[in-house]
């Protein structure tokens, strides 16, 4: 949970945005391109609302406050009339800046010696050697380092331009953008070009707040715990033999018998073993780890020390909670840790049972 300290921090829509992500189940969220805008995965309706802009600032001041990472993943040329990212880009010709050019590619066939332009090449077969009639085929396989038949082997010696409407040759064309959204034509200097990353939670948002994920599943295992004939506490404080005040997501508890349950939104090994270690300075029954995220490495490593793990990926898990705890009969050790008074009334229905 968070401090009001933190709380302070974030603001209302920034408050949105990151349980918005949470609520989702991401531990990231990716670009994509939505229309003629860069939105990222799970913040359509946001990003509507609030614009493209005033989204990619709450995702940049989360960062500066520790609740996001920004991880580089593409850059987008950005259209700077209208901010469009449908942007297209075009050679031209560096003389005459028209785009009515053609590639020339000179290629030369090796087993004969044959070196011409690759317009002479093709044919309705692919590529043809105008002087041997060799059929080379297509000319990714031709270009193929590992072709074995040498006489389909063809060498690429060079390329260059021919301007359509002056004439120029030249080997390296001007680059001009052309955006789709309002049909301006920039160049490299006008253009914005955006970093455009991946955001991914922090452990510290992991703090923030309880997801709508945590707290529905908590309400779903309080609901049949009760029914089970359990007191259930939320968030509770239980002192420990060494004075320590240890914090639970949630504590259950009946005659003789105390539930223990933490939350794991991750799936981390941390979160098992700090479970474990206030463990050991209380007394309980069983002890429970809801993992949110699935991780099947931690049901096993639960295993080991006697914790009972259950997925929130699971959607048996309230029935594997029936079955593992609240519906299986007590174990030798467990009557011999309960009082007096209930060993007494299980012996006393033994008798009755014998007598009748």
Known sequence: MSSKTEAIKISPNEERL????????????????????????????????????????????????????????????????????????????????????????????????YIGNRID??????????????IIGSFAEA?????????????????????EKCGSKFEKPTISHICEQCSKTFTYREANYEKIPI??????????????????????????LIEKGYSVEMNALIRGRSGVDQRFSLVAKR????????????????????????RTDLEAKSVILLDLAGNPDLEALGKAYNIIVLSG?????????????????????????????WRGKENKKQENNQIS
């Not at 003389?95 to 000179?106: D, G, P, R």
């Not at 692919?126 to 060799?134: A, D, I, S």
């Not at 590992?146 to 021919?162: F, L, V």
């Not at 005659?255 to 206030?278: A, E, F, H, R």
Request: aromatic residues 6%.
């Open 18 to 113: 990151l349980n918005t992500i949470m609520n989702l189940g991401l531990r990231e969220v990716k670009p994509k391109k939505n229309d003629n805008i860069i939105v990222y995965n799970g913040l359509e309706e946001i990003t509507k609302e609030l614009g493209s802009g005033e989204t990619k600032k709450l995702l940049r001041s989360l960062v500066s406050k520790g609740y996001l990472e920004e991880k580089s993943f593409d850059s987008e040329i950005i259209c700077p009339n209208c901010e469009s990212a449908r942007v297209l880009s075009r050679y031209n010709c560096p003389h005459c800046e028209s785009i009515n050019i053609h590639k020339v590619q000179l290629l030369e066939h090796p087993i004969c010696g």
């Open 121 to 134: 090449f093709e044919a309705d077969d692919g590529l043809v050697c105008p002087k041997c009639k060799t």
């Open 143 to 163: 270009r193929k380092e590992n072709q074995e038949n040498k006489s389909k082997i063809i060498r690429m010696i060079g390329s260059s331009y021919i301007c």
């Open 199 to 224: 955001y991914e939670l922090t452990e510290k948002a992991n703090g923030f707040a309880p997801t709508e994920l945590e707290t529905d599943k908590l309400k779903q295992i309080e609901k049949q």
């Open 255 to 278: 005659v003789g018998d105390t539930l223990l349950l933490d939350v794991s939104n991750w799936g981390k090994q941390n979160d098992l073993i700090s479970l474990l270690g206030k």
């Open 313 to 341: 990926k699971d959607e048996g898990y309230l029935e594997k909670l029936s079955i593992n705890l609240l519906d299986a009969p007590p174990k030798e050790d467990d009557k011999k840790r309960r009082p007096f008074s």
